[in-house]
């Protein structure tokens, strides 16, 4: 399994971006991804994920109502639709995936992936 994000720049407070993250590999659809942040000096933390199915989303509180999370089955590809942006929303920007099954509830830590893309920049001006 491989992931390819992409999607990030610099764009000034209160303008949109969509992070787009391409599964290579088999079975795409067996796996949950999730979208993380990492900002310099800082942990990284969980932004926006779903479940396998896409049925259930979950997100940071910071981003809830500016930040949409989807997924295309038949792109193998997960999206991240970022509105409103803030400068506290700097940060490099990855897609992780992990397989599951369809019960499993959506996943919000780290440990929980097991495959990392390379992650894309995005920073906001202010």
């Known amino acids: 399994v491989q992931l390819q994000a992409s999607g990030g720049g610099l764009v000034q407070a209160g303008d949109s971006l969509r992070l787009s993250c391409t599964f290579s590999?088999?079975?795409?659809?067996?796996?949950?991804l999730g979208w993380f942040r990492q900002a310099p000096g800082k942990e990284r933390v969980f932004v926006a994920a779903?479940?396998?199915?896409?049925?259930?989303?979950e997100y940071l509180d910071s981003v809830k109502g500016r930040f949409t999370f989807s997924r295309d089955n038949d792109k193998k590809t997960v999206y991240l639709q970022m509105n409103s942006l803030k400068p506290e929303d700097t940060a490099a920007y990855y897609c992780?995936?992990?397989?599951?099954?369809?019960?499993?509830?959506?996943?919000?830590?780290?440990?929980?992936?097991?495959?990392w893309g390379q992650g894309t920049q995005v920073t906001v001006s202010s």
């Open positions: 992780a995936a992990a397989q599951t099954i369809l019960t499993v509830p959506v996943r919000i830590r780290p440990d929980d992936y097991t495959y």
């Open positions: 590999g088999s079975s795409f659809s067996r796996y949950a």
């Open positions: 779903a479940t396998r199915g896409g049925g259930t989303t």
